[in-house]
């Protein structure tokens, strides 16, 4: 980290709108990454600098929200970095749409299209369920839209949680398909993480979605359902190809559980992939579990 995090920083801190709050959050670092940002942090009354033990992305991006006292959000990953004139320019779209959120393009991320880039709240969400800006950077909240949504404690898709949950909270979402926002993709990053414990918090996460919408917005479950299928098949063919069933013994049930719970709502869902819901077929039984394991990866 210590080789990215004053390159962020600086992008930060280069900022052309310049009345900004910056805090820091240092989870657990064990490099040289906090004596950097202490020493940028002496040059620049702006920066604001917190330490945790190692508590995870979650819990530092909750302590920023806890912490910040402006009007407005921003998170910017501490590998990442950003064009000087990006807070200007979303500011600029936030106050001249009167929007609660301005997103704007993120590397990697799917380009939508839309029509006048603006976005009711029925609209926003629906994006977000359909595999649209799950992530939080790259765009800038009102303080108020966000409220007292926080991130779950679950690392992995927690930020797909906390987007919906907010992007159903803005009147006005508006769209900006310019790219301010750069990113350092490495390996070991949590979305590459090989199959562990904590790689069944992306299906926590897709429950946690499902049990939202369905409560707050029924007639958009079927598209949090399809994150929740396409999970669940790969979450279990990636226990049955690691040959780790007796080790993630409980994880398999959990899954298997669900799959059984949802099944005919998953086969007459057409958002989700045909691949998906034939490999549904195959989860109940263990011969045909190992077979489609093997055959999963090579379908298109």
């Known amino acids: 980290m210590e080789y990215y995090v004053e390159r962020c920083v600086r992008s930060v801190i280069s900022q052309t ?5 910056i805090i820091i959050i240092d989870d657990g670092s064990t490099d040289s990454t906090f004596s950097i940002c202490a020493e940028l942090g002496c040059k620049d009354y702006r920066i604001r600098i917190f330490q945790q033990s190692n508590c995870g992305a979650s819990m530092a991006r909750n302590k920023g929200l806890d912490t910040a006292k402006g009007k407005y959000i921003m998170f910017v990953d501490s590998d990442d970095w950003i064009e000087p004139n990006m807070l200007d320019r979303l500011y600029e779209d936030l106050v001249c749409t009167d929007a609660a959120l301005v997103i704007s393009q993120v590397p ?10 603006t976005l009711s709240k029925e609209q926003g969400l629906k994006k977000i369920l359909q595999g649209f800006w799950w ?5 800038l909240f009102k303080r108020e839209a966000i409220g007292s949504i926080r991130f779950p404690k679950a690392t992995i898709s927690e930020d797909y949680v906390f987007m919906a949950k907010v992007v159903s909270q803005c009147e006005k979402t508006y769209y900006n398909p310019h ?13 590459r993480l090989q199959l562990s414990e904590r790689k069944f918090d992306e299906f926590h996460n897709m429950i946690h979605v499902c049990d939202y919408i369905q409560e707050k917005y029924p007639h958009y479950l079927h598209l949090a359902k399809w994150h929740l299928a396409e999970t669940s098949i790969k979450l279990l063919f990636c226990i049955y190809d ?3 069933e007796k080790l993630y013994e409980k994880q398999k049930r959990m899954i298997l559980s669900s799959i059984s719970n ?19 077929a195959c989860c109940f039984s263990y011969y045909s579990s190992k077979f489609a394991a093997n055959i999963y990866s090579k379908l298109p």
């Open 17 to 21: 709108y310049q009345n900004i709050e």
């Open 242 to 244: 690691n040959h780790a």
């Open 135 to 139: 992530g939080p950077v790259g765009k």
């Open 108 to 117: 990697f991320d799917k380009m939508a299209q839309i029509g006048n880039n």
């Open 179 to 191: 790219c301010f926002y750069h990113r350092e993709v490495r390996e070991g990053s949590l979305s």
């Open 262 to 280: 949802n099944y005919w709502d998953y086969l007459l869902n057409h958002n989700i992939k045909l691949k998906t819901r034939l490999l549904l």
